[in-house]
């Protein structure tokens, strides 16, 4: 699918200057929206939006279809009448890292005790009426996902683990008496977390609907594999590599490269592909359903997984005696596609890429993406270099798992700098500042969609960085400083857009805007 030439800004939600501790989607999300439309962005990538899991991090989450609560704006609950605002003061400010233990122990329990006044007023408050019946509505309508996860979540906080497979054996495997007598005993709670689910997507499409009456889209994430530790694998173990006691067979990871000896274990376990493919991929197709009714545009994470995957032993403790093995590929895509219609899908092929994927790539008809800072180490690193990109191809400075550009710079070799400093015209120097050349770069280039991660837009350094991957912790923390989306910056990034449109539009025939899920 094509896009309409665009750029825009990677920033995820959890990172913005929110009041209560952590970004959410209140007045600081209609803030951002409003520097994107100023700056003239039209695009705004997000990390999943799930409930995170082990290291705090959105990739490792409880549910591939459930909402982050963490991510809900108590000061819109509190307007909403949900909860009175004097509850709310004293919460962590708008400044400085997310604390995630203390959003759980004093943002959580609010956003608790905000669903439950709903739950207990909403059915006779006049005020309430009309999102009463939305509430009941969203039950009905996302049953298939929402009935699951909200069972996961209350045997989650009752066996105090999300570790599914040590809890009781009627429970782990289901039994459906056991889970009718949990049912009845935390009939308020489960009530609890649909509350917290609606109030999540009615959060979520009120700021979605805000941003695309400025012409701006949101492009999503969707993680190729789901957590041990989730309700899609509790509740759909037939179609994951488990054995009878409902352990992993073989997980997930990637071979031994030049950055690691022993590769990447992951530990996700892996997918029944026969299975799902008798079953019409119908879990996965419901899982692409769940993601075009939160997303304009969306990320496939790990996209070569798709055409074949590393199988590790699940006994084995690295990823050295994996194995490829090849996925159903453009079999899945063309059932998503007639199921769901066209999907506008944005594949991560970085990292060593074969003539395979990419040619399932181009047989899916989805752009590819390309990193500036990758392109100035050698050679074979080349085609992530401006002057390679072409049409099909999604183009940034950085991604979340990268050092901010400044943090690249100031780190990057000798090599590197005269690379760089070749192609965008800057000093060699450590001290000097290629951020905004290699910003215009990006911009400048035929590539369809054009993405700055925030922390760029800043010129921050390595302080700045949201994640290092194979590092467990410290993570996923950071978070933009107040007012720093000024009208200033909205300006010179407007120009810049200005300007590149410009000279890849010689002939002044700009297209026109097209109001769609799947134009940009």
């Keep these: 699918m094509e896009f309409q030439r665009s750029?825009?800004?990677?920033?995820?939600?959890?990172?913005?200057?929110?009041?209560?501790?952590?970004?959410?989607?209140?007045?600081?999300?209609?803030?951002?929206?409003?520097?994107?439309?100023?700056?003239?962005?039209?695009?705004?990538?997000?990390?999943?939006?799930?409930?995170?899991?082990?290291?705090?991090?959105?990739?490792?989450?409880?549910?591939?279809?459930?909402?982050?609560?963490?991510?809900?704006?108590?000061?819109?609950?509190?307007?909403?009448?949900?909860?009175?605002?004097?509850?709310?003061?004293?919460?962590?400010?708008?400044?400085?890292?997310?604390?995630?233990?203390?959003?759980?122990?004093?943002?959580?329990?609010?956003?608790?005790?905000?669903?439950?006044?709903?739950?207990?007023?909403?059915?006779?408050?006049?005020?309430?009426?009309?999102q009463w019946a939305e509430f009941q509505e969203f039950c009905q309508r996302e049953a298939n996902w929402l009935t699951d996860y909200v069972l996961y979540a209350v045997l989650r906080a009752r066996y105090n683990t999300g570790a599914w497979t040590a809890w009781p054996e009627e429970v782990r495997k289901r039994d459906?008496?056991?889970?009718?007598?949990?049912?009845?005993?935390?009939?308020?709670?489960?009530?609890?977390?649909?509350?917290?689910?609606?109030?999540?997507?009615?959060?979520?499409?009120?700021?979605?609907?805000?941003?695309?009456?400025?012409?701006?889209?949101?492009?999503?994430?969707v993680a190729i594999f789901v957590n041990m530790d989730s309700a899609d694998v509790w509740t759909h173990p037939e179609i994951f590599e488990l054995d009878e006691d409902l352990k992993p067979i073989r997980v997930a990871g990637v071979p031994p490269d030049y950055f690691s000896a022993t590769g990447q274990r992951w530990g996700n376990p892996l997918y029944r592909w026969d299975v799902l493919r008798a079953q019409g991929f119908d879990w996965w197709i419901q899982r692409m359903a769940r993601a075009k009714e939160i997303y304009d545009i969306v990320r496939l994470d790990h996209f070569r997984g798709f055409q074949a995957y590393w199988a590790i032993p699940a006994e084995e403790e690295t990823a050295i005696h994996g194995k490829w093995v090849k996925a159903p590929g453009l079999e899945l895509f063309q059932a998503l596609e007639r199921a769901l219609g066209p999907l506008a899908i944005v594949a991560e092929d970085l990292g060593l890429i074969t003539k395979d994927v990419d040619q399932l790539r181009m047989d899916a008809g989805f752009p590819g993406m390309r990193v500036i800072q990758f392109g100035f180490t050698d050679k074979g690193a080349h085609m992530h270099l401006p002057h390679q990109y072409t049409l099909d191809m999604v183009a940034y400075t950085g991604t979340h798992d990268n050092d901010t550009t400044r943090g690249w710079w100031e780190l990057a070799s000798d090599v590197e700098r005269k690379a760089a400093a070749a192609c965008v015209g800057v000093e060699t120097d450590k001290k000097a500042s290629p951020v905004w050349p290699l910003i215009r770069a990006v911009e400048g280039s035929v590539a369809q969609l054009a993405i700055v991660p925030a922390q760029d837009l800043f010129e921050m350094g390595s302080e700045g960085r949201m994640n290092t991957p194979a590092v467990p912790q410290g993570n996923w923390s950071w978070r933009a400083p107040e007012r720093l989306w000024t009208n200033e910056l909205a300006a010179k990034l407007a120009e810049v857009v200005e300007v590149t449109d410009r000279e890849n539009d010689p002939l002044g025939e700009k297209l026109e805007e097209v109001d769609s899920p799947d134009s940009i």
Excluded at 25 to 49: I, T
Excluded at 85 to 97: F, S
Excluded at 110 to 116: D, I, N, R, S
């Design 7 to 130: 750029s825009g800004i990677l920033l995820h939600v959890s990172s913005l200057p929110s009041y209560g501790g952590i970004g959410d989607m209140g007045p600081a999300a209609y803030e951002f929206l409003k520097f994107l439309a100023d700056a003239k962005q039209h695009v705004w990538q997000v990390l999943p939006l799930c409930p995170t899991g082990f290291g705090n991090s959105p990739y490792a989450s409880s549910s591939a279809f459930a909402g982050n609560p963490y991510l809900i704006s108590l000061e819109f609950l509190s307007d909403w009448g949900w909860i009175a605002g004097q509850r709310i003061a004293g919460l962590a400010g708008r400044a400085g890292a997310v604390n995630f233990h203390q959003v759980e122990t004093r943002k959580l329990p609010l956003l608790y005790e905000a669903a439950g006044n709903f739950l207990d007023r909403g059915p006779h408050d006049a005020k309430l009426a009309n």
């Design 176 to 221: 459906r008496a056991a889970l009718d007598a949990i049912a009845r005993e935390h009939r308020r709670h489960l009530a609890l977390e649909q509350v917290l689910q609606y109030a999540f997507t009615r959060q979520w499409e009120d700021l979605r609907e805000a941003g695309r009456r400025d012409g701006i889209r949101i492009l999503g994430d």
